[in-house]
């Protein structure tokens, strides 16, 4: 048995007792501030030698079980990552995550000659071992630069990797990552002149915006934007949501919120409501497509008795990833008709079954106008319009339009 292990072993358990202890005691929550922070700065060195253990152990682990030792077949597990799995408690994407870092600090053995060479950014690995950075910072650090890997030379990434690793190891105090990660980017941007181009190649092809399916009354959106229209957005948010200049759009605020000066709501939920704004304020630009002359135009559908009952359910034709109808509340609709126009339309099923075929003849060779357009398409569903196709069946109902 190696003693130093069974040393270590018995000085972690004392640290998680201690730990422990302080946790069950609620010591922490009458703490003055200096015993505070004297406590997390401890804590997060602690933290980080962790975290250099187990980036490195699962190196370690994965590398025994490749070879006729098969560690982890040997623990009675299927693989290396399972091993780290019963071991630590860690969920298998963390266990990858600290398998791909271990790859880029681990020594590398060349299969002709069997030498090992250094660590891809050995400056680097040294700081993670001693505690002066931890997962967070080692990814930080190196993804931009395992970028460039292929397209600059070996001794400039060198020189960088050493200029990393001083930064970690000689302010004293630990390093975001945010600002490691800044550092890191426009070193790599100095070194890949020529990278630029294939960047943006690449950019391209990976741009990508989608809806999702509408889940507990959300409809999620994912997707990647190049750089030039996702500073674009965060220059139209941060005008919007400027707290020093003129509210602008509308905000959605609970409806027994009595103080108009108060804004509750999260940066995410302004960031919401300014895209809302924003996406108001588009169909009436100039180089925008129209619809029969007018701006494209947002219908939301609600039956007669919802109408007057001021509650219930309408629809949203393809709002979601599914492209179909959507339900959605009726205060949805309460909040386009604050910004846009409102129609009420009342038809006979029958009337509308009767009628149907000589409208749609009468209409072949007109368009609707733009302020003319929702009461048609909630009439017909099959006539021709400019508008976008709505599944609606004849019915009674109001139409919204934005």
């Given at each position: 048995?190696?003693?130093?292990?069974?040393?270590?072993?018995?000085?972690?358990?004392?640290?998680?007792?201690?730990?422990?202890?302080?946790?069950?005691?609620?010591?922490?929550?009458?703490?003055?501030?200096?015993?505070?922070?004297?406590?997390?700065?401890?804590?997060?060195?602690?933290?980080?030698?962790?975290?250099a253990t187990l980036v490195i152990g699962?190196?370690?682990?994965?590398?025994?079980?490749?070879?006729?030792?098969?560690?982890?077949?040997?623990?009675?597990?299927?693989?290396?990552?399972?091993?780290?799995?019963?071991?630590?408690?860690?969920?298998?994407?963390?266990?990858?995550?600290?398998?791909?870092?271990?790859?880029?600090?681990?020594?590398?053995?060349?299969?002709?000659?069997?030498?090992?060479?250094?660590?891809?950014?050995?400056?680097?690995?040294?700081?993670?071992?001693?505690?002066?950075?931890?997962?967070?910072?080692?990814?930080?650090?190196?993804?931009?630069?395992?970028?460039?890997?292929?397209?600059?030379?070996?001794?400039?990434?060198?020189?960088?990797?050493?200029?990393?690793?001083?930064?970690?190891?000689?302010?004293?105090?630990?390093?975001?990552?945010?600002?490691?990660?800044?550092?890191?980017?426009?070193?790599?941007?100095?070194?890949?002149?020529?990278?630029?181009?294939?960047?943006?190649?690449?950019?391209?092809?990976?741009?990508?915006?989608?809806?999702?399916?509408?889940?507990?009354?959300?409809?999620?959106?994912?997707?990647?934007?190049?750089?030039?229209?996702?500073?674009?957005?965060?220059?139209?948010?941060?005008?919007?949501?400027?707290?020093?200049?003129?509210?602008?759009?509308?905000?959605?605020?609970?409806?027994?919120?009595?103080?108009?000066?108060?804004?509750?709501?999260?940066?995410?939920?302004?960031?919401?409501?300014?895209?809302?704004?924003?996406?108001?304020?588009?169909?009436?630009?100039?180089?925008?497509?129209?619809?029969?002359?007018?701006?494209?135009?947002?219908?939301?559908?609600?039956?007669?008795?919802?109408?007057?009952?001021g509650e219930g359910w309408a629809t949203?034709?393809?709002?979601?990833?599914?492209?179909?109808?959507?339900?959605?509340?009726?205060?949805?609709?309460?909040?386009?008709?604050?910004?846009?126009?409102?129609?009420?339309?009342?038809?006979?099923?029958?009337?509308?079954?009767?009628?149907?075929?000589?409208?749609?003849?009468?209409?072949?060779?007109?368009?609707?106008?733009?302020?003319?357009?929702?009461?048609?398409?909630?009439?017909?569903?099959?006539?021709?319009?400019?508008?976008?196709?709505?599944?609606?069946?004849?019915?009674?109902?109001?139409?919204?339009?934005?």
């Amino acid at each position: 048995m190696n003693t130093t292990m069974e040393r270590t072993r018995e000085t972690m358990a004392h640290a998680v007792a201690d730990l422990r202890s302080i946790l069950v005691s609620g010591t922490l929550d009458t703490a003055d501030r200096d015993d505070m922070l004297g406590f997390m700065i401890g804590v997060g060195d602690l933290y980080r030698q962790v975290e250099a253990t187990l980036v490195i152990g699962t190196g370690v682990i994965e590398k025994r079980s490749a070879t006729a030792e098969r560690f982890d077949v040997a623990s009675d597990c299927r693989s290396a990552n399972e091993v780290m799995q019963r071991t630590t408690g860690a969920a298998p994407t963390t266990i990858k995550r600290w398998s791909r870092l271990a790859a880029v600090v681990k020594p590398e053995r060349t299969l002709a000659s069997g030498e090992v060479r250094p660590a891809e950014f050995p400056a680097l690995r040294d700081a993670l071992t001693t505690g002066a950075l931890g997962a967070d910072g080692l990814e930080a650090a190196t993804r931009p630069l395992r970028e460039i890997k292929d397209r600059v030379a070996s001794t400039d990434l060198a020189e960088v990797d050493e200029v990393l690793a001083a930064m970690t190891t000689t302010t004293g105090a630990p390093v975001m990552c945010a600002t490691l990660r800044e550092l890191s980017l426009r070193l790599a941007t100095d070194l890949d002149l020529t990278g630029a181009e294939a960047e943006e190649e690449k950019a391209f092809q990976g741009r990508a915006l989608r809806l999702g399916v509408k889940r507990n009354g959300l409809v999620p959106i994912t997707g990647q934007l190049v750089p030039d229209v996702a500073g674009a957005l965060s220059v139209l948010l941060d005008s919007i949501n400027n707290p020093h200049g003129q509210p602008a759009g509308a905000k959605f605020r609970p409806t027994d919120e009595s103080d108009e000066n108060a804004d509750v709501r999260s940066m995410a939920q302004r960031n919401h409501d300014a895209l809302g704004t924003i996406l108001a304020a588009v169909p009436n630009a100039p180089d925008m497509p129209t619809n029969g002359g007018g701006a494209p135009v947002l219908v939301i559908h609600a039956t007669e008795d919802t109408v007057r009952a001021g509650e219930g359910w309408a629809t949203i034709p393809g709002a979601d990833g599914t492209g179909t109808d959507l339900a959605v509340p009726f205060a949805a609709a309460k909040h386009v008709g604050c910004c846009g126009t409102i129609q009420h339309l009342t038809t006979a099923p029958k009337r509308t079954h009767r009628q149907a075929h000589h409208r749609q003849a009468a209409l072949q060779h007109r368009s609707a106008a733009c302020d003319q357009r929702p009461g048609p398409v909630l009439r017909d569903p099959g006539m021709p319009h400019p508008s976008p196709v709505v599944r609606d069946p004849p019915r009674e109902g109001m139409v919204q339009g934005r």
